[in-house]
Nanobody, 123 residues
């Protein structure tokens, strides 16, 4: 069972940056992919970016490609989402999630979730 906890959300002006952190607590089975999702107000949860367990290719949603960057450090059990050039449409609750081995863009395929952190981008 993987436990996750996000931090680093807040209020930022359009064009600004934020760095979200996700602390990961894993059991004996540490072969997992990590991903970030977000849920804008009144909308469904959507995929932002994800990395498979072997630090392979990182997948990003088209809406954040070139602006957001995902990194992980398994030795520190941490995952980060660097968000640059933020836009008002990036406003959402951001979630860190984990599942076995491979990245999926489908939220229901993730077994473990953090409680989320609010990001608000003002215009």
């Amino acid at each position: 069972q993987v436990q996750l906890a996000e931090s680093g959300g807040g209020l930022v002006q359009a064009g600004g940056s934020l760095r979200l952190s996700c602390a990961v607590s894993v059991g004996a089975d540490s072969i997992y992919a990590v991903a970030w999702f977000r849920q804008p107000p009144g909308k469904e949860r959507e995929f932002v970016g994800g990395m498979p367990f072997n630090n392979g290719k990182i997948h990003y949603a088209d809406s954040v490609q070139g602006r957001f960057s995902l990194t992980r450090n398994d030795a520190k059990n941490m995952v980060w989402l660097q968000m640059n050039s933020l836009k008002p449409e990036d406003t959402a609750v951001y979630y860190c999630a984990a599942r076995k081995v491979l990245v999926s863009t489908t939220p229901s395929r993730y077994e473990s979730w953090g409680p989320g952190t609010q990001v608000t981008v003002s215009s």
